[in-house]
């Protein structure tokens, strides 16, 4: 029972370069997100999707590109890499009313 | 504008006693609120929920009561364990599956 799987776990990237960072979820959820965890910031949504095909902002989207092809995987892009986005980046995954599954999180460092 | 606020970034309890988690929020629109824990190095877990139109839900040693004319919630556990240490997240839901987060409150119990 994987749940949800993130990877890589950790990346150093220097300013500019581009990265996906992958999530996957065998559990069949319609619904997967984005987070970033910030000191003294909680979780924040960067961009969640309602199925495949389907994908809309949260509240931090600058910076970051998501596509949903299959509602299995949700990959995260970042096309130019900047300090700012230095952070740890969780997905989450749930159907219908029920709590999101949350991976075990992606720790990005932007030199 | 934090719309869910966790006041304390720290609490430390000894082991036995009650721990008190605080939750603030603005949006009365919020209709759903859970709340999440987290060890290092993992992504958050559910732990509780409750619906806007309870003002308590138990299970086991956690507790979540709403308090919703004061926009408030807070997660008691009783007793406090050590196992218990870890950082908790209180969330919102103002429509489905968009969570807002608090800060999270450090939670250590003292043996």
């Known amino acids: 029972n994987a749940g949800v799987t993130q990877t890589p776990k950790f990346q150093v990237l220097k300013t500019g370069q581009s990265m996906t960072l992958q999530c996957a979820q065998d559990m069949n959820h319609e619904y997967m997100s984005w987070y970033r965890q910030d000191p003294g910031m909680g979780l924040r949504l960067i961009h969640y999707?309602?199925?495949?095909?389907?994908?809309d902002q949260g509240e931090v989207p600058n910076g970051y590109n998501v596509s949903r092809s299959t509602t299995e995987d949700f990959p995260l892009r970042l096309l130019s890499a900047a300090p700012s986005q230095t952070s740890v980046y969780f997905c989450?995954?749930?159907?219908?009313?029920?709590?999101?599954?949350f991976g075990d999180g992606t720790r990005l460092s932007i030199l | 504008d934090q719309q869910v606020k966790q006041n304390s970034p720290s609490l430390s309890v000894q082991e036995g006693r009650i721990s008190i988690l605080n939750c603030d929020y603005t949006?009365?629109?919020?209709?759903?609120f859970l709340w999440y824990k987290k060890y290092p190095a993992e992504g958050p877990t559910f732990l509780i929920s409750?619906?806007?139109?309870?003002d308590k839900n138990e299970d086991g040693r956690f507790t979540v009561f709403l308090n919703k004319s004061a926009k408030h919630l807070s997660l008691h556990i009783v007793p406090s364990q050590p196992g218990d240490s870890a950082v908790y997240f209180c969330?919102?839901?103002?429509?489905?599956?968009?969570?807002?987060f608090g800060q999270g409150t450090r939670l250590t119990i003292n043996p």
């Open positions: 949006n009365s629109m919020f209709d759903y």
């Open positions: 409750i619906s806007s139109i309870k």
């Open positions: 999707s309602v199925g495949a095909g389907i994908t």
């Open positions: 989450a995954s749930s159907t219908g009313n029920q709590p999101q599954h």
């Open positions: 969330a919102a839901i103002p429509r489905a599956q968009k969570l807002v």
